[in-house]
């Protein structure tokens, strides 16, 4: 979006040259800083030039056609920007953190003025996640996260631009490290996709250089199985363990059949049509690239993240008292969900012990809550006994009526010896390939 300034050359060329009082303690207006970023960014015209079915002059200003037929100095575009700055962009700014009781930084509020000056103001609308973050608490989130939630903004007219993106990190460094230079701070690279024809909220990704690209998101297509981004740069398709190491465009991969990466599914397996259906909805990630490890036994961080990506990862503002949860893990947002929303807790006030294997007790008490959560079930719903499983006094309290409900709606079945005897196992450990059925049978239970 560009700006605009009234088309009358008197007016505009007789205002005052005096600068804006920038504010040293509370960031409440732009710095000196700001202004020289965002000249760099917009680059000065002299003279007018056509652009997004507009004409615009300086440092991007929207102008009437023909408005300066002598151009303009860059003294008169500078003022310019301050000028629509101090009446547009710092008015609107302002009014977003009154609104909020939200408090920026000097660099912060720097960055939020070049992003408003090149983007207007809509993004404060909240349907955002930079919106939402900055309402929720900035400080709830990884650096990578905020990166991200500005980097999405990164399209003119509709189409992704790259040159849009660079901007959007470059804006995020600021933010972040005050690095208004963007050469002494962490380096972040972004990953713009094409949707081949599917469906997925977002086609622009940043990640932290160095690491990795965990979990990427997957687009939705009828009748077709999303079988990865091919890389336009090396025709190879993206693997989550690639390491970030430049920036790369990539489309969607489709494929009439389902086909999963994991050597150590075999077709045979009891287990092959559940992992399958985790695979296509994206609920759990391969140990590897290739594997997905049925046999290894589902962690507390691992099952929270489940279900959180069931519930579409939302976003919640919850501070964790747990010191051995690092807020850049990749598990640290469905903890925080979870706990926020009574599905799970803490091993202690302090702990929430993320790699302790879980029980079925408690998966099965984690699932209920979360159905509960979902509206998929009540209690006044679950009525069934469990006297037919031996090992039903074997279930502990907190979990007899979650035990119930799960049996009664087939979402687990138990297990059942040569003479027919039924078992729950509820102090078990739970497997990766029993928590990939039971997603299954969840999903076929709510028709998904």
């Known amino acids: 979006m560009k700006k605009f300034v009234s088309a009358i050359l008197a007016l505009t060329l007789t205002l005052t040259l005096c600068p804006a009082v920038f504010a040293q303690d509370a960031a409440t207006t732009y710095s000196a800083k700001a202004v020289t970023f965002i000249e760099e960014m917009e680059g000065y015209r002299q003279m007018q030039y056509p652009d997004a079915g507009g004409y615009y002059i300086g440092y991007g200003i929207g102008i009437e056609k023909d408005a300066y037929p002598d151009g303009v100095t860059q003294a008169q575009a500078e003022q310019m920007l301050k000028d629509y700055l101090d009446t547009k962009v710092v008015p609107d700014l302002n009014s977003f953190l009154s609104a909020n009781s939200i408090t920026l930084t000097q660099n912060q509020y720097d960055a939020l003025c070049s992003f408003t000056y090149n983007l207007g103001s809509p993004w404060m609308s909240g349907e955002s996640r930079l919106c939402n973050y900055l309402k929720l608490g900035i400080s709830n989130y990884t650096d990578a996260q905020v990166v991200d939630a500005i980097g999405v903004f990164g399209h003119a007219g ?7 993106v660079n901007r959007r990190i470059r804006e995020a460094k600021i933010f972040l490290y005050g690095d208004y230079a963007g050469t002494s701070s962490p380096d972040y690279c972004w990953l713009i996709v094409d949707r081949n024809g599917g469906e997925l909220e977002n086609d622009i990704f940043c990640f932290p250089k160095g690491g990795t690209y965990e979990s990427m998101p997957s687009p939705t297509l009828t009748g077709q199985f999303f079988s990865g981004w091919k890389i336009t740069e090396t025709g190879k398709i993206l693997n989550n363990a690639d390491t970030v190491s430049q920036n790369l465009h990539a489309a969607a991969a489709w494929s009439a059949t389902l086909v999963m990466p994991y050597k150590d599914v075999s077709a045979k397996a009891w287990y092959y049509d559940a992992v399958g259906y985790c695979y296509e909805n994206k609920l759990m990630d391969g140990t590897s690239a290739t594997a997905f490890s049925p046999d290894m036994k589902m962690s507390r961080a691992m099952l929270a993240t489940v279900l959180w990506r069931m519930a579409d990862k939302p976003v919640v503002n919850y501070a964790m008292p747990f010191t051995d949860v690092k807020e850049d893990s990749w598990y640290a947002e469905a903890v925080r969900w979870a706990v926020a929303q009574g599905i799970t807790t803490g091993t202690s006030s302090t702990t ?60 687990i079945k138990g297990s059942q010896t040569a003479d027919g005897t039924l078992y729950l196992n509820p102090t078990d450990y739970t497997s990766r390939a029993q928590v990939a059925q039971v997603l299954e049978n969840l999903g076929v239970m709510q028709g998904s």
Do not use: C
């Open 158 to 164: 509709g189409v992704t631009v790259d040159g849009l």
């Open 352 to 411: 929430f012990t993320p790699t302790m294997n879980i029980t079925r007790a408690d998966m099965v008490t984690m699932l209920y809550r979360y159905a509960k959560l979902t509206g998929a079930v009540t209690d006044t719903g679950v009525s069934m006994g469990l006297a037919g499983y031996a090992d039903a006094g074997k279930i502990p309290q907190y979990a007899y009526q979650a035990f119930q409900w799960a049996v009664q709606m087939n979402v």
